[in-house]
């Protein structure tokens, strides 16, 4: 079946850094959505990519959609304590319902 | 404000006890789904919903069953309880895609961490 691989599993920087998280299907993906969870908290909806070499910004973070559709990538600028959280991406499988990958925590150090 | 709400954020119970995970969703969504979320594993899924009285096998349904009488509202059941199922357990609901579209957000409640001893 569908399988999708986040990496890294977990990430330690210090503030002001940049963080990327990669996400990696085995199979070519419709969409892909991504999800931020704050310690404590719930996953909550952040963006999602849809067309092939898609490029979407929100602030400082950056979403990209592979050309090829099977991968996707999270980028955060000069990160803050406030962007401590678990990042999931989360394509849908054939049936619409996602997918979530493993996740990959990130823990700021001011 | 959309919201989802969960009956409760901690639960304990005993092993063989049954356990009712409560969810309730106002945004008037068709479709829910149950996760549970364990450390180094992501979001499971366990069951999730289409409609009122319409029920799917996610992942890992073993050990549990839903009930959907009401379409805000979808219920998880533990029918045993046992200590693998002590866990992290999210309830979520979205509105199907229009036809043709790309699926939508899901829009998750704050969770229900169980402990079974």
């Known amino acids: 079946g569908q399988q999708v691989m986040q990496i890294p599993q977990y990430q330690h920087v210090q503030e002001g850094e940049d963080f990327t998280t990669y996400c990696n299907s085995s199979?070519?993906?419709?969409?892909i959505q991504w999800y931020k969870q704050r310690p404590g908290g719930h996953p909550v909806f952040l963006i999602q990519?849809?067309?092939?070499?898609e490029v979407k910004k929100q602030k400082r973070l950056t979403f990209q959609f592979g050309e090829a559709k099977k991968n996707s990538s999270l980028h955060i600028t000069a990160t803050q304590t406030t962007d401590v959280g678990t990042y999931f991406c989360?394509?849908?499988?054939?049936?619409?319902?996602?997918?979530f990958g493993t996740g990959t925590r990130l823990q700021v150090f001011p | 404000d959309v919201k989802v709400t969960q009956s409760s954020r901690y639960l304990v119970k005993r092993t063989g006890e049954k356990v009712f995970l409560e969810c309730v969703q106002d945004?008037?969504?068709?479709?829910m789904f149950w996760y549970r979320q364990d450390p180094g594993l992501g979001l499971r899924l366990i069951y999730f919903?289409?409609?009122?009285?319409?029920?799917e096998k996610g992942d890992i349904p073993e050990g549990y069953s839903v009930s959907r009488e009401k379409k805000e509202r979808f219920s998880l059941i533990l029918e045993s309880a046992s200590t693998n199922q002590t866990s992290m357990y999210l309830c979520?609901?979205?509105?199907?895609?229009?036809?043709?579209?790309?699926?939508?957000?899901?829009?998750f409640g704050p969770g229900t961490r169980l402990t079974v001893l």
């Open positions: 979520a609901s979205s509105q199907p895609p229009v036809w043709g579209g790309m699926g939508n957000e899901q829009f």
């Open positions: 199979t070519t993906l419709s969409n």
């Open positions: 990519l849809v067309k092939s070499g």
């Open positions: 989360a394509p849908p499988d054939n049936t619409d319902k996602l997918i």
């Open positions: 945004m008037d969504h068709e479709n």
């Open positions: 919903s289409y409609d009122v009285k319409m029920k």
